[in-house]
């Protein structure tokens, strides 16, 4: 789960308040149905979405060990 400090409502000029984290629920749950049709519904570019899916989960896991192997 994102916390508010590192979500991009976090540079708002005002206050979000409810709207921020609500907006970014809607939106995650738009990415999710659009991740689920390029990966099982559409079937003219399943490849290369899983191609570009592999890529990214590499770029992400090697950011985590990266994070990880720095000093406190």
Same mark, same amino acid.
């Given at each position: 789960m994102m916390?508010s *400090?590192g979500?991009?409502?976090?540079?708002? &000029?005002?206050?979000?308040?409810l709207?921020? &984290?609500?907006?970014a629920?809607?939106?995650l749950? %738009?990415a +999710?149905?659009? +991740?689920? $049709? /390029? !990966?099982w /519904?559409?079937? $003219? %570019? $399943? *490849?290369?979405? =899983?191609g =570009?899916? $592999?890529?990214?989960?590499? +770029? !992400? !896991?090697?950011?985590a060990? #990266?994070? !990880? #192997?720095l &000093?406190?």
């Open positions: 916390s *400090s979500s991009v409502f976090s540079h708002a &000029p005002k206050p979000v308040g709207v921020g &984290p609500l907006v629920a809607v939106a749950l %738009y +999710l149905g659009r +991740l689920h $049709r /390029a !990966l /519904a559409n079937h $003219r %570019y $399943r *490849s290369t979405t =899983w =570009w899916g $592999r890529v990214v989960a590499a +770029l !992400l !896991l090697i950011g060990v #990266m994070k !990880l #192997m &000093p406190a």
